[in-house]
């Protein structure tokens, strides 16, 4: 079935370090991917998402692309800082379904 | 603003008491999803509401049960909730039609069994 790999954590970096967190999924067809963004004591909310491949979604400094020949949606930024602290999911939905599966999650800590 | 809304926080129940955690949104979606989230573990779809149609996961055990009485409100029954089936869960809305574009989360309920 349908399911999400995502590298495992805690990742810890210091405040303006480069961040990416992998992602590999499963899917028949041509899913749509997610990223959420899980804030302590909140819910989930989309941080970015990609409905295509080679479509890169962005929001926030974050950047992730659709690689479909790696099966990959690995999320990126440039210089992190103590705010994003944080859960990341990964997921996808498989297209024209009404579901979401996620990937188990990767907590981020960001040092001062 | 809140749209999602779960009550309560947190909740405690007995190992084999009834248990019932609600959720209700002012966004009007015509969708509505309960999650389990388990500690490091991916949030597991349990049912979702395509309007009032109920669509169970095929994993989702007999023990879980969900109404929705309209629109803005949706409940998850636990009927006999066992020590595994403490976790925190999710309610999300989102309205489809091609599929998804977003789902909207409350801030989940995070249920303890003693």
């Known amino acids: 079935g349908d399911s999400v790999t995502q590298m495992e954590g805690p990742v810890t970096l210091s405040e303006e370090a480069f961040l990416t967190i992998n992602c590999t999924y499963t899917?028949?067809?041509?899913?749509?991917l997610f990223w959420y963004v899980q804030y302590p004591g909140e819910g989930l909310q989309l941080l970015l998402k990609?409905?295509?491949?080679?479509d890169k979604g962005s929001n926030k400094g974050f950047e992730a692309t659709y690689r479909k020949e790696t099966t990959s949606f690995h999320l990126e930024k440039g210089s992190v800082q103590v705010s994003d602290s944080a859960v990341y999911f990964c997921?996808?939905?498989?297209?024209?379904?009404?579901?979401?599966?996620f990937g188990k999650g990767t907590r981020l800590h960001i040092l001062p | 603003d809140a749209m999602v809304i779960q009550n309560p926080r947190y909740q405690v129940t007995q190992f084999g008491k009834p248990v019932t955690l609600s959720c209700s949104q002012t966004?009007?979606?015509?969708?509505m999803y309960w999650y389990q989230q388990k500690s490091s573990q991916a949030p597991k779809l349990l049912f979702h509401y395509y309007d009032k149609d109920f669509n169970n996961e095929a994993d989702t055990p007999d023990n879980f049960q969900s109404r929705r009485p309209n629109t803005s409100f949706c409940f998850l029954d636990i009927r006999s909730p066992g020590l595994g089936d403490a976790a925190m869960y999710l309610c999300?809305?989102?309205?489809?039609?091609?599929?998804?574009?977003?789902?909207?989360f409350g801030s989940g309920t995070q249920l303890s069994v003693l």
């Open positions: 966004l009007n979606h015509n969708v």
């Open positions: 990609a409905t295509k491949a080679d």
């Open positions: 899917a028949t067809g041509y899913p749509s």
């Open positions: 997921a996808l939905s498989p297209n024209r379904d009404d579901k979401i599966i």
């Open positions: 999300a809305t989102s309205v489809t039609g091609t599929g998804i574009e977003k789902l909207f």
